[in-house]
T-cell receptor
Framework: KQEVTQIPAALSVPEGENLVLNCSFT??????LQWFRQDPGKGLTSLLL?????REQTSGRLNASLDKSSGRSTLYIAASQPGDSATYLC????????????FGGGTRVLVKP | DAGVTQSPTHLIKTRGQQVTLRCSPK?????VSWYQQALGQGPQFIFQ???????QRGNFPDRFSGHQFPNYSSELNVNALLLGDSALYLC??????????????FGPGTRLLVL
């Protein structure tokens, strides 16, 4: 059974600092690893999707890496802004589970002005 | 092009009642998945519908049931509501042939409060 863990559960940084969010998964047999953003009480917005054959994906200030052998993914957000305050979730569909997503518990980020 | 839509946005029910939540997938998508997200936790997979049939199911009791219509929209039904069913219910849509290479698109969710 796939288990996804995100550490830390919460993070508070001053504006301008780089953010590093960690995601670990127990089973490396995944199709891909996705990072989502969730604002309070809202749905999920996809940020980055890393295919299992890739090692990283970049979009603007966001960069996500994937190391299947160690069961880890890291989301980097450069030069954080108050608008980056949200909960960040990682999820991956297992190779034997179609596209059912198994989510981590999320990291709640607060960027202080 | 509208994304994934869900209705209602908020709902208050009492224990023992039944509730129906609705979801319309993104245009061009044929698969709908439902997730339950308790406060402060990540979403948990409930089930997925494709071609009007339940394709996969998570670890949820039979009180949770669903349906998919020919136009790909979907309903989630929960019977005999418990306090613990209070959560944000998220719907996600995808295209079956691309489902493992593309992200799923999530709706804004329905916030259910059971009193």
């Amino acid at each position: 059974k796939q288990e996804v863990t995100q550490i830390p559960a919460a993070l508070s940084v001053p504006e301008g600092e780089n953010l590093v969010l960690n995601c670990s998964f127990t089973d490396s047999a995944i199709y891909n690893l996705q990072w989502f953003r969730q604002d309070p009480g809202k749905g999920l917005t996809s940020l980055l999707l890393i295919q299992s054959s890739q090692r990283e994906q970049t979009s603007g200030r966001l960069n996500a890496s994937l190391d299947k052998s160690s069961g880890r993914s890291t989301l980097y957000i450069a030069a954080s802004q108050p608008g980056d305050s949200a909960t960040y979730l990682c999820a991956g569909p297992h190779l034997t589970a179609g596209n059912k997503l198994t989510f981590g518990g999320g990291t709640r980020v607060l960027v202080k002005p | 092009d509208a994304g994934v839509t869900q209705s209602p946005t908020h709902l208050i029910k009492t224990r023992g009642q039944q509730v129906t939540l609705r979801c319309s997938p993104k245009s061009g998508h044929d698969t709908v998945s439902w997730y339950q997200q308790a406060l402060g936790q990540g979403p948990q997979f409930i089930f997925q519908y494709y071609e009007e049939e339940e394709r996969q199911r998570g670890n949820f009791p039979d009180r949770f049931s669903g349906h998919q219509f020919p136009n790909y929209s979907s309903e989630l039904n929960v019977n005999a509501l418990l306090l613990g069913d209070s959560a944000l219910y998220l719907c996600a849509s995808s295209y079956i042939l691309a489902s493992n290479q593309e992200t799923q698109y999530f709706g804004p969710g329905t916030r259910l409060l059971v009193l």
